[in-house]
Each structure stands twice: as structure tokens, then as C-alpha cells.
């Protein structure tokens, strides 16, 4: 079976799914612990609020994901 969307593939999906690799990403003000994290999939970049862990999480595709971070280290 093929797909019309680009890059699927049926090894674009992982079952069972695997546990992300969540990261504090470091707080350059050193004020206090972190609350945000991130982790990397193959298609994707999950963030998530650590001190809300059931709390709803973010996924971003890479040209989002790098969007993101050049309006960051420009602001």
C-alpha cells in the first residue's frame, strides 16, 4: 500500500510507540529548577511543562521546530 503523503512510509509508525527521551532544556537565569522539556522523535520535537506532567504537550516538525528557535535567539 502507498501512501500520497510525502516521507510515510509503514516504518514511519513505531508499535509499541516508544518512550520519549525527555531533557530540561537549562534555564540561562539560573533562578530556579527548569519546567520545560523536550524530546526528540524521529519526525517530531515534543515539549512539555515538567511541573505539569499531565498537562497537554506541544509537537512541533522540524521547520517549525527551527522557526521557533531562530525567533527565540533573536528575541
Known amino acids: ?3 500520497s ?3 510515510w512510509s509503514p516504518r514511519s509508525f513505531l508499535w509499541p510507540p516508544r518512550p520519549l ?3 530540561p532544556v537549562p ?3 539560573n ?3 527548569e519546567c520545560v522539556e523536550v524530546a526528540f522523535a524521529p519526525r517530531t520535537i515534543h515539549v512539555r511543562d515538567s511541573k ?3 498537562s497537554p504537550q506541544l509537537a512541533f516538525g522540524a521547520q517549525e521546530w ?3 528557535l531562530s525567533y527565540a535567539a533573536d528575541h
Do not use: L
Open 21 to 23: 527521551g525527555w531533557r
Open 5 to 7: 503523503v510525502p516521507g
Open 31 to 33: 533562578e530556579g529548577p
Open 1 to 3: 500500500m502507498r501512501s
Open 52 to 54: 505539569r506532567m499531565q
Open 66 to 68: 527551527a522557526a521557533f
Open 27 to 29: 534555564d540561562d537565569t
